[in-house]
Nanobody
Framework: QVQLAESGGGLVQPGGSLRLSCAAS????????MGWYRQAPGKQRELVAV???????SYADSVRGRFTVSRDNAKNTVYLQMTSLIPEDAAVYYC???????????????WGQGTLVTVSS
């Protein structure tokens, strides 16, 4: 089965930058989409950014222009470069991927365990 391993969360001051990474591992799978969601305390999980196989990316309005999502297909890895961070960006960030697995044959959504991003002075 496909598993996701995230890294890069931590404490950053307002206006600062942080880069999250997420690598997919497993056997016999093909990634369709890969990206990031986040969940702040008391709020629902929301889409941050997602990157498709053709390289196109979609962003939440609240992060567009500040965050950049990218993929390294050879490494099955997705990155989230976050700049100009504000306190409202503080949340647990979850890596997400939609994959096709060959054994057994199926589509599946896979979530990472989450990485905490704190924005505070």
């Amino acid at each position: 089965q496909v598993q996701l391993a995230e890294s890069g969360g931590g404490l950053v001051q307002p206006g600062g930058s942080l880069r999250l990474s997420c690598a997919a591992s497993g056997s016999s799978f093909r990634i369709n989409r890969m990206g990031w969601y986040r969940q702040a305390p008391g709020k629902q999980r929301e889409l941050v950014a997602v990157c498709t196989n053709d390289g196109s990316a979609s962003y939440a309005d609240s992060v567009r222009g500040r965050f950049t999502v990218s993929r390294d297909n050879a490494k099955n890895t997705v990155y989230l470069q976050m700049t100009s961070l504000i306190p409202e960006d503080a949340a647990v960030y979850y890596c997400y991927t939609h994959v096709f697995e060959y054994a057994p044959t199926r589509f599946r959504e896979v979530w990472g365990q989450g990485t905490l991003v704190t924005v505070s002075s």
